[in-house]
């Protein structure tokens, strides 16, 4: 697809969602941040961003805290979930530093406030900061516990008017069962966001399923770990999964 002026390809949406798992920032080390793996992402987001897109961001902070395995440990749960919160945000700096270093301006806002490293969350200021083609990347979730980063994306996507939510995982989409543990798992092309909910597809946890549906929010999975996927999707190619109405 060509917008006729030149050989860039006209983006299928003009402003979107990317959230990423803390884990796809650790590589291969198993825990924390993984430098190289965390400038492998920004070059990709870059390519998207290249093509005049405006990104939103939302990172997990499951490679360094993750709240229900701290409160399975016997930690209290809010205090757990707001430790995972905290995580969210060293991710966020670091993808920050990753994206600057590649040139592009990039605002980190938080849920909780931290005015000495990110701004706080204010809807009409973030508006603005993607329409001046900066990448907004929101962390420490919603500002709740027991709300996971699924729930905060679809929740900030919905505010910033996002066309699509782009989960990057570590397989190309939507799968009847684990692909990993399973040969012979089918891999859905399109998927009701309520089958996803019926069949346990495990895409997003309910409440930010449940958040897209309401607001007719589609949600492409696709594989992080593709070079140039991101890109491809948003050119019209690839292999991915969408979830939608």
Known sequence: MS????????????????????????GT?????????????????KTVHDMGVEICMVIGGGNIFRGLQG???????????YMGMLATVMNALAMQSALEAQGIHTRVISAIRMDEVAEPY???????????????????????????????ATLRANEMACEAIFKGTKVDGVYDKDPVKNADAVRYDRVSYDDVLAKHLGVMDASAIALARDNSLPIIVFSLDEPGGFRGILAGEGTYTIVHG
């Open 3 to 26: 917008d006729g002026n030149s050989s860039r390809p006209t983006p299928a949406y003009s402003r979107v969602m990317l959230k990423i798992s803390g884990e796809a920032l650790m």
């Open 29 to 45: 080390q198993g825990y924390g941040l993984h430098p190289p793996t965390v400038e492998r992402i920004a070059r990709e987001v």
């Open 71 to 81: 409160s399975a440990q016997g930690m209290e749960r809010t205090t757990a979930d």
């Open 122 to 152: 204010i809807r009409r200021r973030a508006v603005r900061h993607l329409e001046k083609k900066r990448v907004c990347i929101f962390a420490a979730g919603t500002g709740n516990p027991y709300f996971t980063t699924d729930t905060a």
